[in-house]
């Protein structure tokens, strides 16, 4: 195959490869290999130590699959916190509910930000809202020095390596419970079934051992591994299945849609098999 091309092994025996007509940045930074580079498919796209973070083709099903599932939940969702995100994409997607008062987000890496703003202008574009305010700072450690603070929690990390590690151990979930409000929610991004299922068996059974009402759900996107992404929903109160669909508003998306709101949640036998 002529021209350069990158390739990221999912497993150690199977991977994608995508054509890449030029490197725009690249370094090591304090925590991670940064790469931005510009491809013939996905337009721009995002990598950190070699694995696909967001493209500025697909990148709008994982944000909004991030975002509108718990926000149309919640009531009323006023203070938000993201954990990772640093493209802003899911920040841009909380910024379209006016019931958010304010959403803080806090990742690791100020590099993230710096070239995404300048790279995916398309989603780092709401970083600058007056009613978001950006930390540069560990997940883990904001999240146990906050207690009783947020409605929604929303871990938008990396893979469980690295820095990501311990946002996707129990005690991080059990700190997320304490950072929440009385009637508060969170959603994780927990990789793919295929793949990574004694990720997502180990994930549930945690959440579950914290939080009353558990729920997960998967879109397709097809620059992660696999092309089913998977999210699990830990809830104290408020259980997306019981959201009417004709009380959703639509809003300016492209893959979530009121009517997709529950069916996303209806999983294929093998994967329900996990969550079970
Ligand atoms: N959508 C991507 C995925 O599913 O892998 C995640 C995108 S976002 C770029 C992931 C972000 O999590 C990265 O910018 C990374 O720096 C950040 N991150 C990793 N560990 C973190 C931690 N402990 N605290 C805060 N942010 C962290």
């Known amino acids: 195959m002529a021209g350069l091309w990158f390739t990221e092994k999912q497993t150690e025996n199977f991977g994608i490869t995508i054509k890449v007509n030029k490197t ?7 925590f991670q290999k940064l790469d931005m580079v510009e491809t013939e498919e996905f337009g721009n796209m ?10 500025q083709v697909d990148e709008f099903v994982y944000h909004e699959m991030v975002a509108h ?20 994409g899911v920040i841009r997607e909380i910024m379209k509910h006016e019931k958010v008062k304010k959403a803080t987000l806090v990742e690791i890496d100020g590099k993230v930000i ?13 970083l600058d809202n007056p009613r978001v305010e950006v930390i540069v700072g560990d997940g883990f450690m904001h999240i146990v020095k906050s207690k009783n ?30 950072a929440l409000k009385e009637d508060g929610m969170f959603v994780a991004q927990t990789d793919n079934p295929w793949f990574k299922s004694d990720l997502i068996r180990k994930v549930s059974k945690d959440i579950k ?14 620059t992660y591994p696999s092309g089913m992404w998977m999210f699990q929903m830990g809830s104290k109160k408020y259980d997306p299945l ?28 093998f994967v329900e098999d996990m969550v079970k």
């Open 242 to 269: 019981e959201v009417d669909a004709a009380s959703i508003p639509e809003r300016e998306t492209k893959y979530y849609t009121p009517r997709l709101h529950g069916a996303a949640f209806v999983l294929p036998k």
């Open 46 to 55: 995002l990598l950190l130590d070699g694995m696909v973070m967001t493209s």
């Open 24 to 30: 725009l940045h690249t370094e090591q930074t304090e």
């Open 209 to 222: 051992e914290i939080f009353p009402i558990t729920r997960a759900y998967v879109a397709n996107i097809p």
């Open 149 to 178: 603070q947020y409605d929604v929690i929303m871990v938008d990390s990396t893979e469980p390596v690295g820095p990501a590690a311990p946002l996707f151990e129990r005690g991080f979930y059990q700190g997320i419970y304490e």
């Open 114 to 126: 710096e070239y995404s703003k300048q790279y995916l202008p398309s989603i780092a574009g709401e």
């Open 69 to 88: 599932p718990a926000l149309n939940t919640h009531p009323n969702p006023e203070h938000v916190l993201v954990v990772g995100g640093g493209d802003g």
